[in-house]
């Protein structure tokens, strides 16, 4: 069978269309977006208005120790969009790699790039700048100019920072009866009901499909005389241009499947939480997320105090940014969220942590339809 007739898949699918946005809430070019690209597919499970223009969509952020230094990975635009959706990298939007080095979990250094638009080969310009201190929380900062080139091509100088943008395989695999079961049930405060195996391989939700990916690799030097501290908080943030001459923040994120863990059934959840600053992650969020993990630990039995377990993995999970000490090995463990490497099981571990049990997605990174490298751009890129 092919996975595309898949009836659980197709469920997913139906569950999780886009619905119309109010567009009095929204900037009127995030309101145009809406208007043109209509219902599309859930890709990796954000929010209604992440949803609604793929370009703007971050599936997935990654850190970790690369040849030369720490590499920053932001996958955005997933095929599973449909064919129908919007490619490449939207021309009126900034794509961020923000960092928190002093623990106040408000950006002091930022990564920013612009894309132009694409030629009849889906060719783009992009252009790279650095921002430092309180000028990553101005719009109208400009920051430093780093690279300039275009999209598909291996950018920058020996001994200084590198670039690569563009279409890749995607690193990320995930179980789609496991996703929807995990996310059913922090919706409703019951168990894991997972289906019983039918005897068919399983497939990843993703396989066949294809991101853009932004691989910005920063020698650790340049990285450190930014920071001032190795140990660093990274999130991926998405921005798109208003009419009123703003920017409108679309996509945050951080930490892997929080969205679909806590929100994939929720879409008010799923856009405060791309909404609210990480500075504010723990009191807006502790309460929602300790009561929802609770629930469902509780109806699992898997702990005698459901509450205090739901505390614990709100502190894990909050404020969602993904730590990492610069140099080290990306670990994201049960143990320990040290970065993330782009062959970590991120959905089991974060599945397990969440239910307080072993809960397999019942795949490995060999789900992938191309592996990952250990060389520039580490990503498998799509011809």
Not at 22 to 50: F, Q, W, Y
Not at 174 to 189: I, R
Not at 229 to 253: E, M, P, Q, S, Y
């Amino acid at each position: 069978m092919m996975f595309a007739n898949d009836p659980v898949f197709q469920r997913y699918v139906r569950r999780h269309a886009s619905p119309p946005f109010r567009r009095a809430r929204l900037p009127r070019r995030v309101a145009h977006i809406s208007a043109e690209v209509g219902s599309t597919m859930s890709h990796h499970l954000d929010s209604p208005a992440a949803r609604a223009d793929a370009r703007l969509n971050i599936s997935e952020v990654y850190v970790f120790r690369g040849e030369r230094g720490t590499v920053f990975v932001m996958n955005v635009c997933s095929d599973s969009a449909g064919p129908d959706a919007p490619k490449g990298f939207h021309p009126e939007a900034r794509y961020e790699f923000q960092i928190d080095s002093t623990g106040d979990d408000v950006a002091n250094l930022a990564y920013r790039f612009a894309f132009g638009v694409a030629d009849a080969d889906g060719v783009q310009a992009l252009e790279l700048r650095k921002l430092v201190d309180q000028d990553t929380a101005d719009d109208a900062a400009e920051g430093t100019a780093l690279l300039a080139g275009v999209t598909g091509r291996a950018l920058g100088e020996e001994g200084g920072p590198r670039v690569w943008t563009g279409r890749a395989g995607d690193p990320f695999w995930m179980n789609p009866a496991v996703v929807e079961a995990v996310g059913q049930a922090f919706q409703h405060g019951t168990d894991v009901a997972v289906p019983d195996p039918d005897g068919s391989p399983v497939k990843s939700l993703f396989s066949g499909q294809k991101v853009r990916s932004i691989v910005l690799e920063v020698p650790d030097s340049d990285l450190l005389a930014d920071t001032g501290d190795k140990h660093i908080r990274v999130w991926g943030v998405t921005a798109l241009a208003t009419d009123a001459g703003g920017w409108h923040r679309i996509n945050r994120c951080g930490l892997p499947m929080v969205s679909p863990i806590f929100a994939q059934f929720d879409d008010e959840l799923a856009e405060r939480l791309n909404q609210t600053a990480p500075s504010d992650d723990v009191e807006t969020f502790t309460e929602e997320i300790a009561g929802r993990v609770a629930a469902v630990v509780g109806a699992r039995d898997t702990t005698s105090d459901p509450q205090a377990y739901g505390r614990e993995v709100a502190r894990r999970v909050l404020p969602n940014v993904l730590p990492y000490t610069v140099g080290t090995p990306a670990i994201f463990g049960f143990a320990e969220f040290n970065g993330r490497s782009l062959d970590d099981n991120a959905g089991e571990v974060m599945f397990s942590l969440a239910t307080d049990s072993a809960l397999s997605v019942q795949l490995t990174k060999d789900a992938v339809d191309a592996p990952s490298t250990s060389f520039f751009p580490y990503v498998a890129p799509a011809g």
